[in-house]
């Protein structure tokens, strides 16, 4: 008779699970303590979008062990300024002026919730349903500032009404579109012939 597995310390498995588990318990936390959520539909959906999509993010292929990138870069800057402002700044602010009106929630028409509700659910599902390409673009070169954080963002914003969402969609949109100024202005300056 064979006996089930044990798995050890230091299986992957666990260690997928246990991030997994981290991660879902601090978006709760941030979800109740800084925006103030409280309806449980609500928070439901909101941490299962941002998990899933966090999840997605880290089952992404890595790029190759051989490429060199540098340790820091502008890439690596907005990243962690806007980790910076959602786990530390806006937790501080919330302290520090509870009554601020970017705390309270706005008043979102049912029609939009539940399109924003839908969006939330299901985006983060579309890997079941459509293969993706290994090297699916994201709509920047920024690992998660593309199309799925606008599009997460915005959802989030319908459904919770928080204006701190909101102001993140319309960060990661603002980002977006610098990342295609900035790749078109390249192609432009190669394109152009220079003159003798």
Not at 8 to 18: C, F, L, N, Q, V
Not at 54 to 67: K, S
Not at 118 to 128: I, K, M, Q, S
């Amino acid at each position: 008779m064979n006996a089930a597995p044990i798995l050890s310390p230091a299986d992957p498995s666990i260690a997928r699970r246990t991030r997994t588990l981290l991660m879902t318990f601090a978006i709760a936390s941030w979800c109740s303590v800084v925006l103030g959520i409280r309806d449980v539909n609500v928070l439901l959906v909101v941490i299962f979008a941002w998990t899933s999509s966090a999840a997605l993010r880290l089952a992404a292929p890595q790029p190759e062990r051989g490429r060199i990138t540098p340790l820091w870069n502008a890439d690596f800057a907005v990243k962690a300024s806007l980790g910076v402002a959602l786990w530390i700044v806006l937790p501080a602010l919330k302290v520090s002026f509870p009554e601020w009106w970017v705390w309270q929630p706005l008043v979102v028409p049912g029609q939009i919730t539940g399109t924003g509700a839908t969006v939330a659910l299901c985006w983060p599902l579309r890997p079941f349903w459509v293969q993706m390409p290994a090297d699916e673009p994201n709509g920047s070169s920024l690992p998660g500032m593309g199309i799925e954080t606008l599009l997460l963002c915005s959802s989030l914003f319908f459904v919770s009404g928080s204006p701190v969402f909101a102001a993140f969609a319309i960060a990661c949109a603002l980002l977006m579109l610098a990342q295609t100024i900035r790749s078109r202005s390249s192609v432009f300056a190669f394109s152009t012939p220079r003159a003798a």
